[in-house]
């Protein structure tokens, strides 16, 4: 297998320029990639320490984002003194706007940390969709920015995970009439709960093909469309107690409910 070793340079912690590594790399699944990375690297001095950790005889790539100019053109000095071939992330949009707006960007590195700490917020998010999937700690509707509730298979997990994935703490909570919901539902403003409906047809349907995933029997209460009613009567009584947003998901893919959820946080932050 072809080997390649990748070193990826940063005056920032680096997490925005290993992402891009990697979307790249990924596209390559029969080369054999050595990655490191190297944060905050501030001074030429660094980048020569860098340097000298490189294995002449191997096949080198440099990925490097440096807003610091005077480091950027030194990295491709160096870059060309010994021969490896080098990617600078950040320069060609930097100029490219400048030259389009006439405006000069501020080269403080500290900016593209306000990235890797969105990068962060992201991470955290999906941790908390986790800990909190499937009524899990109910403790944690009082932590999150939204409360997803209804019954099984309204798509209310790998929502949470979407909306996770945009920066959201999300909580999710089954409904079913012969459990009670979490008193911590109430307590929390209705405009931070959305309800997730769907159809009697539709929900037997996907239960089934649920249950066929499994090698289970589709002869079950399960998929019984007296009991999804059932469930969806008491969900929709649940919904009105609280007052909040209603959804119905039905044959709709998760970025189109998600579209609307964030369309709806987005106008109350607005209102705020």
């Known amino acids: 297998m072809t080997e390649l070793s990748i070193y990826v340079l940063s005056d920032s912690i680096g997490d925005t320029a290993q992402q891009v590594v990697r979307s790249i790399t990924a596209q390559f699944p029969q080369v054999n990639f050595k990655l490191r990375r190297f944060s905050n690297v501030l001074t030429k001095k660094a980048i020569d320490q860098i340097f000298k950790l490189m294995d002449p005889a191997k096949s080198n790539l440099v990925f490097y984002t440096f807003v610091e100019e005077s480091l950027a053109d030194y990295m491709k000095v160096q870059l060309n003194q010994v021969g490896i071939r080098g990617i600078d992330i950040v320069s060609p949009g930097l100029q490219a706007i400048e030259l389009l707006t006439g405006q000069e960007p501020d080269k403080e590195a500290g900016r593209i940390r306000k990235t890797d700490d969105e990068y962060f917020d992201r991470i955290k998010a999906i941790e908390f969709a986790v800990r909190y999937d499937d009524g899990q700690g109910p403790h944690g509707i009082l932590k999150a920015d939204l409360t997803l509730i209804g019954v099984s ?120």
């Not at 798509?155 to 949470?160: A, F, I, N, Q, V």
């Not at 911590?184 to 931070?192: A, D, I, R, W």
């Not at 009697?200 to 019984?224: A, F, I, P």
């Not at 009584?237 to 369309?263: D, F, H, P, R, Y």
Request: contains cysteine.
């Open 153 to 272: 298979r309204t798509s209310k997990t790998p929502l949470s995970m979407y909306l996770a994935n945009k920066g959201y703490k999300v909580a999710n909570i089954p409904l079913f009439p012969e459990n009670k919901p979490p008193k911590e539902l109430f307590q929390v403003s209705p405009s931070k709960v959305v309800g997730l409906t769907n159809s009697v047809n539709y929900l037997n349907q996907v239960r089934k093909e649920r249950l066929k995933s499994y090698g289970m029997s589709t002869q079950s209460r399960y998929v019984d469309k007296k009991r999804i009613l059932e469930e969806l009567q008491y969900g929709e009584e649940i919904m009105k107690q609280i007052g909040c947003l209603k959804i119905n998901v039905e044959s709709k893919a998760i970025e189109e409910t998600a579209a609307e959820i964030l369309q709806y946080l987005e106008g109350l932050q607005q209102k705020r």
